[in-house]
């Protein structure tokens, strides 16, 4: 089990754009040395980036993937789509926020940008979860935000990962309103299918206290907070077992690098009432390709959309 130890005092900005305007696309390179970002952390164990992983993920473009989606929602399956997006991108380590420019003081982080699209009878939902996970590998993600919009109203979670976590929520619904609270730190499910990206064999196994995905704990409206998993790890398969919640999310890797992550599968009860039931989420890859995205925005740029078989 890898070993997880508090570093930077960390404030965590919200991103408002993917690109500043005024910034060049090579900005979006991430020259920073492992050197320098031990510099910035508390550990000799730092993952050494290989030539393979400087070439695929440091060439200033994303990876972005998409997925035939089975989506659970109110005790029956939609038909939808999944794309994950992981970037390498600067963040400041003072300012705590995406930089627009190249300094060594940055901390190079792998993002990804999860987003899940399905109708629920008239009305589409739309899910986006962020984590910026630092490419060291040493520690916990930098900030996690997730957030939920459907015709009934929108939701947003943060993690901001300071001495403690520091959660911020925000919700149309009485029940849950506005919440500014502190956790104890855990392993979080989110940044885990980005440490899977670094680096397959540092993810934690064994009984473990984690914190489910934020959008998840937003749908099913529960606490958020660290449930104990037991979680194991096969090559190309790692499996995370809340029994307390009855859900079990199945992630389905690539051994070889770059270790794409081709299917997952998340089973639990969804619904309410006579109408809750055990179903189980999938998503199957479609394709993958390599894309400086922020600048194909013109209606000339469509076609990629074919090439990813989105609608």
């Known amino acids: 089990m890898k070993t997880f130890i508090p570093t930077l005092t ?17 900005q979006t390179l991430h020259s920073t040395s492992i050197s320098e970002v031990e510099d910035n952390i508390e550990t ?12 695929y993920w440091y060439a200033g473009e994303a990876e ?6 089975e989506q659970a929602r109110y005790g029956e399956l939609r038909d939808g789509e999944a794309v994950l997006v992981f970037v390498t991108e600067d963040f400041l380590p ?12 940055n901390t190079p982080v792998l993002k990804l940008n999860a987003m ?11 899910i986006m979860e962020s984590t910026f996970y630092p490419v060291s590998n040493t520690a916990h993600a930098m900030k996690v935000s997730c957030s939920v919009q459907e015709w009934c109203g929108h939701v947003y979670s943060q993690l ?4 403690q976590f520091e959660i911020s929520s925000h919700s149309y619904f009485e029940s849950e309103g506005d919440a500014n609270f502190k956790l104890d730190k855990a392993v979080l499910e989110n940044e885990l299918w980005t440490q899977l990206r670094l680096d397959p064999s540092s993810l934690p196994t064994g009984t473990l206290n984690i914190i489910p995905s934020l959008a998840y704990l937003r749908l099913k409206h529960l606490d958020t907070k660290a449930y104990e998993a037991n979680v194991t790890h096969t090559k190309g398969q790692y499996i995370i077992d809340f029994k307390t919640l009855d859900r079990k999310l199945t992630i389905n890797y690539a051994v070889a690098f770059p270790h794409q ?11 309410y009432g006579d109408n809750s039931k055990m179903l189980t989420t999938k998503a199957t890859l479609l394709n993958t390709i390599k894309s400086p995205y922020w600048t194909k925005n013109s209606n000339a740029d469509l076609h990629l959309r074919d090439t990813l078989k989105l609608k």
């Open 44 to 55: 000799t164990d730092a993952f050494i980036p290989s030539e393979a992983f400087k070439s």
């Open 94 to 105: 003072e300012a705590q926020v995406k930089a627009d420019q190249y300094d060594k003081s």
């Open 261 to 271: 992550i081709t299917s997952w599968e998340v089973s639990y009860k969804d619904g």
């Open 116 to 126: 899940k699209t399905f109708t629920t009878g008239i009305y589409p939902y739309s």
């Open 160 to 163: 901001n990962n300071r001495s």
């Open 10 to 26: 960390i404030l965590l900005g919200i991103l408002v754009s993917c690109k500043n305007p005024s910034v060049s696309n090579d």
């Open 64 to 69: 972005i993937s998409s997925y035939k989606l």
